[in-house]
């Protein structure tokens, strides 16, 4: 047997930041900070960026909407995910870092945005609290109730070295799927709402009900191949309406869903 | 072909090929890690008694998953803790409080919620009787389909179906007296779970969440199932598709979660080719649900039709598709399936297939239905047969062999439909699709005709009072395969 609290439960509490970020965040590595600016042409500008999605270097532009203020983490950067940079907003309802949102439902507020993007249909990216990878601590018996929408929810995908193997499933909930030809995506990459990862297993179109694997273990010979090297991934869900084909809501013509709740659940196994 | 053959063609076959860890198979030992009934019924009286047994000597956590006949939308699942060598008997009959359908038992197997519990507002009951012995009824539920702006939303769609059974792991013992997950499940002299409670506060303090209490599934349960109308005097015994290998690890879920699912087993599926010296070859499908499907495909479905007069002769055939909804609840059908389910908020629109069926007499005269898609010379023979192709609609089909309005063999009402047989004994052949364009889907590098189906004939027979029933599970042609 696997167990996964066992092994992770220091981890989890180096990822449990608790603080949020709402509307716009804005993200610092050890140098510089950044603000990712998403339809926000006039912010782009003021900064000397043409087009409305933009990603700009605190200093350059002041965001009309929200004066976000750093606060110092209450928790220790985890050495296998990325800086956790975290800042306030005037909003007071929700304090989350890319790794912690305020939803209890693992879905972010909607219109959020996390660092470093590249969505593929040009959606925002909304950080998510839960991490499924293997040096996560979500995997397991729980089942998550989340509502996916056409903001991308980028959930930190944590790998430890290991020869470790997995499963993400979606299933309905008893709340109303939309009939309007809404389909759940869901893709590995390497920053949140980024491009997939090489190979046809590492997206797929999971319509309302269905299931990937990933494997790091190079054992299974099936699934999304992920190096067996400690980094933080990310697993990306969108709601999207497009073609059957389209796994990443990137397809010409590929238009907004709309909310769709599902249960989500990660399991990790260990080959042995 | 017994299992230990499959295995060594399997082997063989990944030798020789890429390495691709076997797949998934449906196991003609008959157990596994997964049971698929194919149906239930508790129409008109009707009671469908299912056992599930652990043949081995390790304590299982397993799901038990009842489905309805139109969507297999999800009505009622538990997890069933099972002590080694445990023997689970329980039936499924007409709620005694309602008007659905509720899984009744008397057994002392762990169950977690226990059965007999308050689901409003689907109560179920639990009755001390005389001897001690405890009667447990809890309703099926319509949440997942009426609240999913279904137009037919009636509790009486859940009085037919079929059942799922996955085997989510073998229990383990953990390391605090509170974590004793194998031991609890064990049953004493008494006959019953050494603590029960144990298992049940697992869920609630968050135990099992710290030490999920299960390893890998290995298999070894087997299912058996006899559909019974005590006032009409007929039963009907079935079992259900073993598959084995489904999972490579544990999926123990917490109660009230509709995971797992039976598609989310491994990608991998061995399939029958009977293609050169290798009959069975393992292939990477890409995802669970086609897995499944893959094993369970079949171009067509053979059996016996009985409808003889001067003995009271009444054929049903039961056909289940356990993985069509993850095929058809979709924007956009997925092979091998054509058509895609809606169940609302305006009308219901099934996830209809075109089946072709060849009729045979005992003296091999044969008959097969002309069909609109069929080319024909004109002028048409004015007594041309009905124009419109057979479909099969619902994802458990009873099919009543006669004209319109012929009484069920296995007394079902619900989901009922008919085909009209030319002979009143013989056998039939149901095709998927039509001899031009068959159902098929191209996975792994093979192309499979047919869809993913299972069931069986019922036969009645009457002699003045008193009636027999059997009945013979249908005989499949898995082999059409070909590497694409």
Not at chain 1, 69 to 87: D, L
Not at chain 1, 129 to 139: I, M, Q, T, V
Not at chain 1, 223 to 238: E, S, Y
Request: proline residues 5%; aromatic residues 8%; negative net charge.
């Amino acid at each position: 047997m696997f167990s996964i609290a066992k092994k992770s439960t220091t981890q989890v509490g180096e990822f449990l930041v608790g603080f949020c970020f709402l509307a716009i965040i804005s993200t610092s590595v050890s140098a510089a900070e950044y603000r990712l600016f998403v339809n926000d042409q006039a912010a782009c500008s003021s900064a000397g960026k043409t087009g409305s999605v933009c990603v700009v270097e605190i200093g350059e532009t002041t965001p009309s909407t929200v004066t976000p203020t750093t606060v110092t983490p209450t928790t220790v950067t985890p050495t296998t995910s990325p800086p956790a940079v975290v800042t306030t907003s005037t909003d007071d309802d929700c304090v989350v870092s890319t790794w912690e949102d305020c939803g209890g439902d693992g879905a972010a507020s909607p219109g959020t945005v996390s660092s470093e993007t590249s969505a593929p249909s040009g959606g925002t990216v909304a950080g998510g609290n839960l991490d499924f990878g293997s040096g996560g601590s979500n995997a397991g018996v729980k089942t998550y109730p989340v509502t996916v929408t056409n903001d991308i929810i980028a959930y930190p995908f944590t790998i430890i070295q290991g020869a470790y193997y997995g499963t993400v499933v979606i299933v309905p909930t008893s709340k109303p799927f939309p009939d309007d030809g809404t389909e759940v995506r869901m893709w590995w990459s390497k920053t949140a709402g980024g491009q997939p990862l090489a190979g046809a297993a590492c997206s797929g179109n999971l319509g309302r009900e269905g299931s990937r694997y990933w494997d790091q273990s190079g054992t299974r010979g099936y699934g999304c191949t992920i190096d067996n090297t400690a980094a933080t991934l990310f697993l990306n869900l969108q709601a999207c309406i497009s073609t059957a084909n389209d796994t990443t809501c990137s397809a010409a013509g590929a238009a907004a869903g709309s909310p769709a709740p599902i249960y989500l659940q990660g399991r990790l196994n260990e080959a042995k | 072909m017994k299992k230990n053959l499959i295995s060594l063609a399997v082997a063989a076959s990944v030798l020789g090929g890429a390495a691709v860890q076997a797949g998934q198979y449906v196991n003609p030992d008959k157990t596994g890690q997964v049971l698929l009934f194919p149906f239930y019924n508790a129409d008109n009286g009707n009671a469908t008694n299912m056992h599930i047994v652990n043949t081995t000597g390790k304590a299982k956590a397993v799901k038990i998953r009842f489905v309805e006949y139109k969507n297999s939308d999800e009505v009622l699942d538990f997890n069933l803790y099972l002590s080694k060598y445990d023997h689970f008997a329980f039936g499924i009959v007409k709620d005694p409080n309602g008007t659905g359908a509720a899984v009744i038992t008397q057994d002392n197997s762990c169950t977690v919620p226990a059965l007999g519990s308050p689901n409003a507002p689907f109560d179920g009951t639990a009755t001390t009787n005389a001897d001690g012995s405890v009667t447990r009824v809890q309703p099926f539920t319509n949440f997942q389909y009426a609240t999913s702006k279904d137009v037919d939303s009636v509790i009486e769609r859940t009085l037919t179906g079929h059942v799922e059974v996955i085997e989510m792991g073998v229990l383990t013992d953990g390391a605090t007296a509170k974590t004793k997950w194998a031991t609890f499940a064990t049953h004493g002299a008494t006959g019953v779970p050494a603590n029960c409670a144990g298992i049940v506060a697992g869920w609630t303090s968050g135990a099992f969440e710290t030490d999920d209490g299960v390893d890998a599934a290995e298999g070894g349960l087997y299912g058996l199932s006899y559909h019974i109308n005590v006032e009409s005097a007929a039963a009907y015994g079935f079992e259900p598709t073993a598959i084995d290998d489904w999972s490579t690890g544990a999926t123990h879920t917490n109660p009230g979660s509709l995971l797992p699912t039976v598609v989310e087993g491994v990608p991998t599926a061995t399939i029958h080719t009977s293609a050169g010296a290798t009959q069975y070859t393992s292939i990477n499908v890409g995802n669970g649900a086609q897995a499944v499907s893959a094993v369970l495909m079949t171009e067509s479905l053979n059996n016996d039709v009985m409808v003889n007069p001067a003995i009271g002769g009444m054929t049903d055939w039961v056909v289940s598709f356990p993985t069509k909804r993850a095929h058809v609840d979709k924007a956009a059908a997925v092979a091998p399936f054509t058509k895609t389910w809606t169940g609302g908020p305006l009308k219901e629109t099934p996830a209809c297939e075109v089946i072709s069926l060849a009729q045979y007499d005992r003296e091999e005269q044969t008959f097969v239905a002309v069909v609109s898609t069929d080319l024909q010379f004109s002028p048409t023979p004015p007594d041309a047969p009905a124009a419109d192709p057979a479909k099969i609609c619902n994802e458990v089909a009873v099919i009543a062999m006669g004209t319109p309005g012929t009484a069920s063999a296995l007394n079902v009402t619900t989901g009922l439909s008919t085909i009209e047989s030319t002979y009143t004994e013989g056998w039939q052949s149901m095709l998927f699709g039509t001899s031009a364009s068959k159902n098929s889907m191209t996975v792994g590098g093979y192309k499979m005709t047919g869809l993913p189906a299972i069931g069986f004939g019922a036969y009645k027979v009457s002699n003045g009072a008193m009636s027999y029933g059997n009945a013979a599970e249908h005989k499949t042609v898995s082999n059409n395969v070909q590497s694409s």
